[in-house]
């Protein structure tokens, strides 16, 4: 793929976000959610892009199924275009990020941003390893209800039933496609080291250690907000009454 092409795409895909964002603003705004307008902008472009790349990510493997067989050289212009538009996101959420909120609030946000551009650049303009960029991408079907989670709590309909529904969903997606995931992806790292040269060994290693690192503390947070805590207030009404 030529070079011009990975910037029209990744710079299709800023504007296109930028586009989002501007149009969720003329959208109705739930009451809970006016105090920080801002991030209810942001959760949302980000449930869209979590949206399009989980479709996106699921028809590259089916509609070319040999890349799921060749993670290294084997990709389609189909795959490629979706890891050079998700580039285009996470710049655009990068920026939207500095420009809105405070470091101390997202400085864990800006550095899995700077880890994935890099990453996902490298991949793109050397043609190499874009199948593994999309199994990565794949995290994304967990981040539809990651989103979608927030949304609901910045709505305040955490005590609604599509809330606890989500929730559920929203923790087996974690566990199916980014714990199991980032497993799988750490695993073929080390069984493909013969394969893959020692500077992007090295930055897949440590990407997928801090990735992991990020996500279980994740995990944990979300099951503690969503399941723990709920556990609580029920066991203190049961004592109380």
């Not at 700077?114 to 999309?134: K, W």
């Amino acid at each position: 793929m030529e070079l011009s092409s990975v910037i029209l795409t990744t710079g299709s895909s800023i504007g296109f976000f930028r586009l989002v964002n501007t149009g969720v603003s003329k959208l109705p705004i739930p009451e809970s959610a006016r105090r920080n307008a801002w991030k209810w902008r942001n959760i949302s472009t980000s449930f869209v892009h979590s949206f399009i790349t989980a479709v996106w990510g699921v028809l590259c493997f089916f509609l070319h199924p040999q890349m799921a067989e060749d993670l290294i050289e084997t990709f389609s212009w189909f795959s490629h275009a979706l890891v050079s538009f998700s580039i285009g996101y996470f710049i655009y959420d990068f920026l939207d990020m500095v420009f809105n909120q405070k470091l101390s609030q997202s400085w864990e946000l800006l550095f899995h941003h700077i880890v994935v551009i890099t990453c996902f650049g490298l991949s793109v303009l050397s043609c190499r390893y874009v199948g593994f960029a999309v199994v990565a991408l794949l995290v994304e079907i967990n981040s539809v209800f990651l989103h979608l989670r927030q949304i609901l709590r910045m709505a305040s309909m955490a005590s609604v039933t599509a809330y606890r529904v989500n929730s559920m969903i929203n923790l087996g997606t974690y566990v199916v496609f980014r714990i199991n995931t980032l497993a799988w992806m750490t695993r073929w790292l080390v069984l493909n080291r013969d394969k893959v040269p020692l500077l992007a060994y090295t930055l897949g290693s440590v990407g997928m250690a801090i990735m992991t690192a990020m996500n279980i503390v994740l995990f944990c947070r979300l099951l503690r907000s969503d399941f723990l805590k709920s556990s609580t207030r029920e066991t203190k009404k049961e004592k109380e009454m």
